[in-house]
């Protein structure tokens, strides 16, 4: 189990799930810049429970979830990472050292951060092959002064677009502070 655990981190990095969840922000904030400046930083990931359902593929962090990525911070009651097991590996081993993350769920409390922006949300869904992240329940986004709110929250990671819906859309944008004259 350990090495299953060691090949799920190791693919949570690839996902780039944490990183992920913060480029939303900028994104949905009207920018289409990668957040990826600490991308090659190891994943430490603290939890109270790991657990390994191999006949699902499926591996369960839980209570009171953890991880840093440089200065990327992820956290939320419970990350579900399902993965593929590789029809190459042939060894029965579910991840193996081939296995594919195909959907990674943060799930309870979902809040990250970064140096200069949050998100939050009840549910956060990564879903790697179509590079989609869908954040629902009481989402926020801010970044600075600025605050996006809503129910509903779903970027394409690849084209850097997102939509915010569920109910009414609240924005509020801060212009910033000129220098007043004497």
């Given at each position: 189990m350990a ?25 949905a904030q ?153």
């Amino acid at each position: 189990m350990a090495g299953l655990a060691r090949t799920i981190i190791m693919h949570l990095a690839a996902a780039g799930m944490v990183l992920s969840l913060l480029t939303l922000t900028s994104a949905a904030q009207g920018q289409t810049r990668p957040v990826t400046p600490d991308a090659d930083q190891p994943i430490d990931i603290n939890a109270d429970n790991l657990e390994v359902q191999q006949d699902k593929n499926l591996a369960i962090f839980s209570g009171n979830v953890i991880a840093v990525q440089g200065q990327i911070k992820l956290r939320a009651e419970q990350l579900r990472v399902w993965y593929r097991t590789s029809a190459d590996s042939g060894s029965g081993n579910a991840a193996g050292n081939n296995g594919t993350i195909i959907r990674i769920d943060a799930i309870e409390q979902v809040f990250v951060s970064s140096a200069t922006e949050t998100a939050q949300g009840d549910i956060g869904i990564y879903e790697v092959a179509d590079q989609r992240l869908t954040l629902t329940g009481a989402v926020v986004l801010t970044r600075g002064e600025n605050v996006l709110r809503g129910n509903k929250l779903v970027m394409n990671l690849a084209t850097g677009q997102s939509q915010i819906s569920g109910g009414r859309v609240h924005g509020r944008f801060v212009p910033p502070k000129r220098k007043s004259k004497p």
